[in-house]
Nanobody, 115 residues
Framework: QVQLVESGGGLVQAGGSLRLSCAAS????????MGWYRQAPGKQRELVATITASRSTTNYADSVKGRFTISRDNAKNTVYLQMNSLKPEDTAVYYCNAPSRLMPWGQGTQVTVSS
């Protein structure tokens, strides 16, 4: 059973930075594209960043482009999200998963950006 464990969230002022981590168990991690999602209160979960298995291609939602950077370390079965210039509208619970092969969702990590 694959498990996803997100960490690194917290409370930060607008303009600040956070680095999220997602550790995955299971052997499929290194062969699937991974993504970071977020869900704000009362809103649907949205995909904000993806990275291919080979790390050759990344994509970002327009709302985070230029501020967030997704990366991964296949040797550690871990995917990261570096978030800079945070805005209050980035406040949400952040999750990782494989967009094309969804696994059981982890508990997520809360990011709160104060104005």
């Amino acid at each position: 059973q694959v498990q996803l464990v997100e960490s690194g969230g917290g409370l930060v002022q607008a303009g600040g930075s956070l680095r999220l981590s997602c550790a995955a168990s299971g052997s499929i991690f290194s062969i699937v594209a991974m993504g970071w999602y977020r869900q704000a209160p009362g809103k649907q979960r949205e995909l904000v960043a993806t990275i291919t298995a080979s790390r050759s291609t990344t994509n970002y939602a327009d709302s985070v482009k230029g501020r967030f950077t997704i990366s991964r370390d296949n040797a550690k079965n871990t995917v990261y999200l570096q978030m800079n210039s945070l805005k209050p509208e980035d406040t949400a619970v952040y999750y990782c998963n494989a967009p094309s092969r969804l696994m059981p969702w982890g508990q997520g990590t809360q990011v709160t950006v104060s104005s």
